[in-house]
């Protein structure tokens, strides 16, 4: 998993996530979760569909881009907004299973 700040302003940030499957099989759908470690909320997300609970986010794939081959990747990126800092998050899952650094 490679977390990416492409832009940061006064009180906002876009970002891109990118996510190898690793699993050993084919993906035919994905979720990748995270917290933020501070005041940040997801304002727009393309490539996927996020939800946010607290500092909760989970991102699951469209219609369009459920399958990941073995070895692929998916990629999508999201504007934010934030108060105070805007510290990266550590630790991502995919399908909950914690995904290693790329």
Not at 77 to 82: D, K, L, P, S
Not at 84 to 91: H, L
């Given at each position: 998993m490679?977390?990416?700040v492409?832009?940061t302003?006064?009180?906002g940030?876009?970002?891109d996530v990118?996510?190898?499957n ?5 993906l035919?759908?994905w ?7 501070g005041n940040?909320?997801?304002t727009?997300?393309?490539n996927g569909?996020?939800?946010q609970?607290?500092?909760s ?5 469209a ?6 081959p073995d070895g692929?990747?998916l990629?999508f ?6 108060s ?8 991502f899952t995919?399908n ?7």
């Open positions: 490679h977390y990416a492409g832009s302003w006064s009180d940030f876009i970002a990118t996510v190898v690793r699993t050993g099989t084919a035919k759908s979720v990748v979760g995270w917290s933020f470690p940040q909320r997801v727009n997300l393309w569909i996020a939800t609970t607290a500092q986010v989970k991102v699951a794939n219609a369009w881009n459920r399958g990941v692929g990747t990629t990126g999201f504007q934010g907004v934030f105070g800092a805007n510290p990266a998050p550590s630790a995919l909950g299973i914690v995904c290693a650094p790329i």
